[in-house]
């Protein structure tokens, strides 16, 4: 077994099983019947108790043929035989780790054979995309369903009654052994969350730009590295938490536009600092924006990825962008008394373990002036039950008896979105003197109608989760697709306010701005767009209201002309 205690990064685990294997090996000159009777495994009936296993890893660069006007494929013969039990043959191809599992089929059906490749699979892309993860946090697969989508299993990948000047006819349209395009549909509900892979060149005849299969919403796509580059296009990342939990809403139709991506990514305009962040910057990962706010990323990493993500600039890769100087940050904000509230986002603070949560907030609880935090996460839709752990209510302890409010910014934008999982650990979490806020963004094709907004807050505000601001998504590149129309979010906003009572109407409509967060407020007989800031950093212009021209299917401040 392998060590999996102490929450585990991922590249720790790789170690651990590292120092496993090299254990094992110091064993392997045992004869098997000696190691079967060290053992004394018990018997099942006629099966074999102990499996004999073998794993081959080639990673030397065979030699290539060059051969003018002859194009080479390579065919795989197949096994009559298996030697082994089990015989994994792992080798690299181009920027592919390609594999082949052998097994006996006295042993093992193909079933559990599929089962094996795909865990294998998906621990090694989760290992590559992220090696800092933490296990608890890395998605599991969990039923025979979902395998197809990675697996390329086949029971006779080459025909034996075909002669071998046949085969390359009849191989000529086939897809590279690694992934099947014919196979990776859109992701549905009967689906797995959607994985890319790079796809292996077919030949050796000249070098290829690396490419990746992705599947999509609408369908499987073979992109380059460079499309994926140049239009913003983020990897996907899905707990099975949420993908269950979203079919089981019965909104999967709407819900997966959040975390799936969608052919429209590759003509979404815009830019990647809507909001000047890197204007307010005043240390990596520390920005001063409002007079009154401190903002601290504190990770480029989440639970899952939200496809209209506002800083896809930094999520999900290694940035510069994110908190490390940290007794810097500290005597920043000793020095700017102005500054009564810190917010910790990033990513997802709590993607985080609990320790380095601890160590984080144990830069601010001394200083006099911080009389709140607020952590924006959501977490607790994706993954609720990272607030089982046991060491969290210390954490918020900490923060009350430092005489400060702890607050719990979550991330709703759908009423599917809300488990009941999610509800009983922000009940738990109040009872501990947590207070909660709830965010959402305005997404078209997703929650763009009043009757499910509607449902979203007033479901907020029965859990205690005070409902408190409704984002105009932003036009960031490769997300500007999820916008709705300035005169469409003021009518849904209307739509909204008629199925609230009274108390539930503590939302504000907000478009975060490079100049500020602007309330959006109406469009008058005069056809011009009323707006107020909400903040601003200046303070004289808090509160006062401002207008501009509307133009129909504006979405954004800057479609509309001054004057």
Known sequence: RIDRSGDPTLETVLGRVNAAVLGALDHQDLPFEQATDVVGPIRKGAQTPIVQVIVKSENTVGETVELPGLEIVYSDAGDCVAQYDLALNIFELGEAICGRL???TSLFGRSSAERYVAYLQQALGQLAADPGQRLWSAPRLANERRFPIQSNLTEAASPRDRSAHELPDSEADRVPEVIEPGELNALGP??????WATQVPRTNSEPRTPTRVINFIEGTRVVS?????????MRCHVTKFYHEQIINSGYYEQLKYIVQPSFAEFNSGGNLDTSGEQDNTIFPGFQHKYAQTGLIIATDRCVSYCR???????????????????ESIRKYIMNHPEITNVLVTGGDPFVLNTASLQKLLGNLLDIPHVDSIRIGTKA???QPKRFDDPDLPALFTRIHNAGKAAVIVTHFDHIGEISALAEAKIRLLRAQGVQFLNQTVLLANVNDDPEIL?????KCHQMGVRPYYLFQARPVKGASHFQVSLRSGIEIVRGINQRLSGIQKTFKYIMSHYTGKIEILDIGADARLYMRYHQ????EKIGKIFSRPHLEGACWLD?????
């Not at 009967?190 to 994985?195: E, K, M, N, R």
């Not at 590295?225 to 296009?233: A, D, F, K, R, Y």
């Not at 896809?312 to 290694?318: A, D, E, L, S």
């Open 308 to 326: 209209y993500c506002l800083r896809k600039r930094i999520v999900g890769k290694n940035s510069d962008e994110t908190a490390v100087d940290f």
């Open 559 to 563: 479609d509309l002309p001054e004057g």
């Open 380 to 382: 607790l839709a994706y």
């Open 536 to 539: 601003n950093n200046t303070c």
């Open 102 to 104: 052998v097994y006996r």
């Open 225 to 233: 590295e460079g499309e994926l580059q140049s239009n913003s296009i």
């Open 190 to 195: 009967s689906a797995a969350p959607p994985t």
């Open 454 to 458: 509607a449902a979203t807050f007033a």
